[in-house]
């Protein structure tokens, strides 16, 4: 394994990609600590230090997660990268009812870089409309909750002007919107660099340093808590026994055998060779705990934006919101989860890998499954198996996004338990992907690779 990494270095280009990549991922982790202008950064410190006392702030930790802690401290990159995952997942879905998305997804690269255009487009616009409700969060008390101590008085976190007319607290406002605007910009722009002349997918790569920002925080909260060192040894086994699962399950895959016929073109004989199409047991990824998550968060803002004047009881139905759908405790709240990821599985597999799509291909291709006839009964055979294989896909796909709320409900962990849910899905995909990349790029150098 050292000798691998040593030639790693040793090969010119290849440490080159790997010091650029790192290089950009040092600055997108300094500006997360870059607080935008006009905030009040220390009352915004003690607000974080007082963050998990109080379960409605959890309806925000994934997306404070992906941003690696910016969106709750309120720096310039408070977004992350989020509106972009937002909409790369819009724009993919588009093809399925504006039929000028499918015909550039089918016109190659050309097509692929138009795509690649409008999702820039919606990706600012998503960053404006974001920018605006997380300021508004953080004005109205509803981004931290009442949580006491010196966050009581959660105004103060972004404080207006006294003595100003309203025109110039407006404009203030708007530079603070543009700011988070223009850092998911800057975020942006680092991800395509890093995959034009870096290592891996750049996107990816600033997930998966967000969520390993993480890892010190979510490990001393569960050495401070209850059972101390023994709890986070418990926690360190289970993690790793839940770490070799998530690596062999994501590895794992059904592999269809097609075969080629063989046709002549002047003198030259084409086709006649043997592949498969690999399907994954989690055929969708992280994909569809995110739906789910995001589908969840809606009851909790809608509580959150419905809460009594001083003094009067809230009404029966935000009461049952807020214990049921907000903290994550609650059987209720893991059922829904539960079956919520289920069923994003399915329906995320399902535009991702279109059966009719790809017999149809093999069909043009003069490519065929033995046994199975060209045309819709090859549909209809990718469709049994793809069914077959996402059950389980799905299941292992529920069990991994319930881990941290098992966690909140037993040991009191913060639902940014780093070894389950999102977190875990990103950090193994990321991981395995850079790693083979890495691999491929030495066999074409050195002919041995990281890999055995």
Not at 167 to 180: E, K, S
Not at 280 to 302: D, H, R
Not at 410 to 421: H, K, L, S
Request: aromatic share 10%; with cysteine.
């Amino acid at each position: 394994m050292f000798s691998a990494i040593s030639r790693v270095f040793k090969t010119p280009d290849l440490r080159r990609k790997i010091l650029f990549t790192l290089a950009m991922l040092a600055i997108y982790r300094l500006g997360t600590t870059v607080p935008a202008p006009f905030v009040d950064y220390p009352a915004v410190q003690s607000c974080v230090a007082g963050v998990g006392l109080d379960g409605s702030v959890n309806l925000l930790n994934m997306l404070n997660l992906f941003s690696g802690g910016a969106l709750l401290q309120l720096s310039i990159f408070a977004l992350g990268i989020m509106p972009y995952i937002t909409a790369s997942i819009i724009v993919q879905l588009l093809r399925v009812v504006i039929p000028r998305f499918e015909t550039l997804h089918k016109e190659g690269q050309s097509g692929q870089a138009t795509l690649t255009q409008y999702t820039r487009y919606l990706t600012i616009a998503l960053a404006v409309l974001q920018s605006t409700t997380l300021l508004t969060m953080a004005r109205t008390g509803a981004l931290f909750g009442n949580i006491g101590g010196e966050c009581a008085n959660v105004l103060n976190l972004v404080p207006e002007l006294t003595g100003f007319d309203t025109t110039t607290n407006v404009v203030r406002m708007i530079l603070i919107i543009t700011a988070f605007t223009a850092g998911t910009a800057v975020i942006m722009w680092f991800g395509e660099l890093i995959t034009e002349r870096g290592i891996g997918n750049g996107m990816s790569l600033l997930i998966f340093t967000s969520i390993c920002a993480s890892f010190p925080q979510a490990m001393w909260s569960l050495v401070s808590g209850a059972g101390g060192g023994l709890t986070l040894g418990i926690i360190s086994v289970i993690a790793f026994g839940v770490l070799v699962a998530v690596v062999f399950v994501e590895q794992s895959q059904r592999r269809i055998p097609v075969q080629y016929a063989k046709r002549m073109v002047g003198r030259r004989t084409y086709g006649g060779q043997s592949t498969y199409i690999p399907i994954k047991v989690n055929q969708a990824g992280v994909i569809p705990v995110i739906f789910a998550s995001s589908l969840l968060m809606i009851p909790a803002l809608i509580a959150n934006f419905n809460q009594p004047a001083a003094g009067q009881a809230p009404a029966e139905w935000v009461v049952w919101i807020q214990n049921n759908l907000v903290t994550g405790d609650s059987l209720f709240y893991m059922a829904i989860y539960f079956l919520l990821t289920i069923g994003f599985a399915y329906f995320y597999v399902y535009i991702a890998f279109n059966p009719d799509e790809v017999a149809e291909n093999m069909r043009q291709q003069g490519g065929f499954v033995p046994g199975i006839r060209a045309g819709q009964p090859t549909a209809n055979y990718l469709a049994y198996v793809l069914n077959r294989i996402t059950f389980p896909g799905s299941i292992y796909l529920g069990i991994i996004a319930l881990l941290p709320l098992i966690a909140l409900a037993t040991v009191g962990a913060n639902q940014n338990f780093p070894f389950g849910g999102a977190s875990i899905l990103i950090l193994v995909g990321v991981g395995l992907e850079t790693v083979k990349q890495i691999d491929a790029q030495l066999q074409q150098r050195n002919y041995e690779g990281l890999l055995r």
